[in-house]
């Protein structure tokens, strides 16, 4: 009985590297989300996906980043080109239907930008 | 506008005293959902509990108490004899039926339980 797994756990990257975050959700969960927390801040709605389909981004910045949710496998985010701004911790959460649903969250990418 | 508040930034109390962790939203929507999260220092984040809007009874678990009022806009915390293991930091969150698959965090309340 799984929870939501993320992998790695820690990511270091110097500027300019990419960076790949990947999110596996609770079995029977098709709904993905990405969250972003800044040191000492809480955590700020990046994106919503399900299986194959993005269906709201609104929290995404406009560069270098993208998300995916493939048919099979894990839930990607992907930071092209990263800066020392990108560092946080990543969480990625999953539900069993949107809205109202609770959403589990797994145990977070740490990501360091040196 | 900042939807859900969490006034206090850091808390320290003396185990087994009382305490307390205010939380204040904002909304236009009619049906909401609010939730409260344990980040403890090992960084996961822990789901405690969901309310909706058409539920305003007050709900307890064990140490853990849930103050829901509409009136105040207010969805407050309490734990009872806290203990160490209770040393974390506490979000509250809004889930809105309009925006629907976002949820929107406060800034989170570190609490820290003094042996």
């Known amino acids: 009985n799984a929870g939501v797994m993320q992998n790695p756990r820690h990511l270091v990257r110097r500027r300019g590297q990419e960076a790949r975050l990947r999110c596996s959700p609770m079995?029977?969960?098709?709904?993905v989300y990405w969250y972003r927390q800044l040191p000492e801040e809480g955590l700020k709605f990046m994106v919503y996906?399900?299986?194959?389909?993005?269906?709201?981004e609104s929290g995404m910045p406009k560069e270098r980043f993208s998300a995916e949710f493939p048919k099979e496998g894990p839930s990607i985010l992907r930071i092209q080109q990263v800066v020392r701004g990108d560092s946080a911790a990543y969480f990625c959460?999953?539900?069993?239907?949107?809205?109202?649903?609770?959403?589990?969250f797994g145990p977070g990418t740490r990501l360091t930008v040196l | 506008a900042q939807k859900v508040t969490q006034a206090q930034t850091e808390i320290s109390v003396v185990e087994k005293e009382d305490v307390t962790l205010d939380c204040v939203y904002e909304?236009?929507?009619?049906?909401?959902?609010l939730f409260w999260y344990k980040q403890p220092p090992s960084g996961e984040l822990v789901f405690l509990i969901r309310?909706?809007?058409?539920?305003?009874q007050n709900e307890i678990s064990g140490r853990y108490s849930w103050n829901f009022q509409k009136s105040t806009s207010s969805f407050n915390f309490t734990i009872t004899a806290s203990q160490v293991v209770d040393s974390a930091v506490y979000f509250c969150?809004?889930?809105?039926?309009?925006?629907?698959?976002?949820?929107?965090f406060g800034t989170g309340t570190s609490l820290t339980v003094i042996p």
């Open positions: 969150a809004l889930s809105e039926a309009s925006t629907g698959n976002q949820f929107y």
């Open positions: 309310r909706n809007s058409f539920d305003e």
């Open positions: 959460a999953s539900s069993p239907g949107q809205g109202w649903h609770t959403q589990y």
């Open positions: 079995k029977g969960h098709s709904h």
């Open positions: 909304t236009r929507d009619t049906t909401y959902y």
């Open positions: 996906l399900q299986k194959e389909n993005i269906i709201d």
